[in-house]
T-cell receptor
Framework: DAKTTQPNSMESNEEEPVHLPCNHSTISGTDYIHWYRQLPSQGPEYVIHGLTSNVNNRMASLAIAEDRKSSTLILHRATLRDAAVYYCILRIGGGADGLTFGKGTHLIIQP | KAGVTQTPRYLIKTRGQQVTLSCSPISGHRSVSWYQQTPGQGLQFLFEYFSETQRNKGNFPGRFSGRQFSNSRSEMNVSTLELGDSALYLC??????????????FGPGTRLLVL
């Protein structure tokens, strides 16, 4: 399975943008890039996903490199509630297999 | 719409016992997946059920099993519990649409402690 690499932790200030990187150099042409996050004492929740083009939703933006070997999750204005572990996950197109979680990035938000 | 519910939320068992955890998916969702989360191994996929059939399975021993009922509710069972089975067990439901990129909605989990 294609793997992802994320920094163990990142720190940001409240109300500032946050850029969470993810490297996936062995991504295949049919792999979708998904992001989930897990707030303390909760189950993971979906954030965003994309294939080739940049994607935006009410929670975040996903910027995908042209060669697709890396991507960046962008939180435009971090709040304390965004403190969580963020997971970058690759999912095979057309498949419905389980999510393969890595270690993720522990995002710390300073007030 | 109500979210994914899991019962019980907390459970304490002793080695050698068995345990059954329950998951009620979001209304209309027919796929239920189970995950185990431990500090050492992180989040790992156990198995997925769709239309009462196991569709996918992770790399776990046969002591871990599950089933799904006609109303899409699912149970997972762990027999002959070991200390290493202490974990947060998460259930996720989805619509399992064609293309396989559907969002998975997670419940709050059942925290199992094996003594």
């Amino acid at each position: 399975d294609a793997k992802t690499t994320q920094p163990n932790s990142m720190e940001s200030n409240e109300e500032e943008p946050v850029h969470l990187p993810c490297n996936h150099s062995t991504i295949s042409g049919t792999d979708y890039i998904h992001w989930y996050r897990q707030l303390p004492s909760q189950g993971p929740e979906y954030v965003i996903h994309g294939l080739t083009s940049n994607v935006n939703n009410r929670m975040a933006s996903l910027a995908i490199a042209e060669d697709r070997k890396s991507s960046t999750l962008i939180l435009h204005r971090a709040t304390l509630r965004d403190a969580a572990v963020y997971y970058c996950i690759l999912r095979i197109g057309g498949g419905a297999d389980g999510l393969t979680f890595g270690k993720g990035t522990h995002l710390i938000i300073q007030p | 719409k109500a979210g994914v519910t899991q019962t019980p939320r907390y459970l304490i068992k002793t080695r050698g016992q068995q345990v059954t955890l329950s998951c009620s998916p979001i209304s209309g969702h027919r796929s239920v997946s189970w995950y185990q989360q431990t500090p050492g191994q992180g989040l790992q996929f156990l198995f997925e059920y769709f239309s009462e059939t196991q569709r996918n399975k992770g790399n776990f021993p046969g002591r871990f099993s599950g089933r799904q009922f006609s109303n899409s509710r699912s149970e997972m069972n762990v027999s002959t519990l070991e200390l290493g089975d202490s974990a947060l067990y998460l259930c996720a439901s989805s619509t399992r649409v064609a293309g396989g990129q559907e969002t998975q909605y997670f419940g709050p989990g059942t925290r199992l402690l094996v003594l």
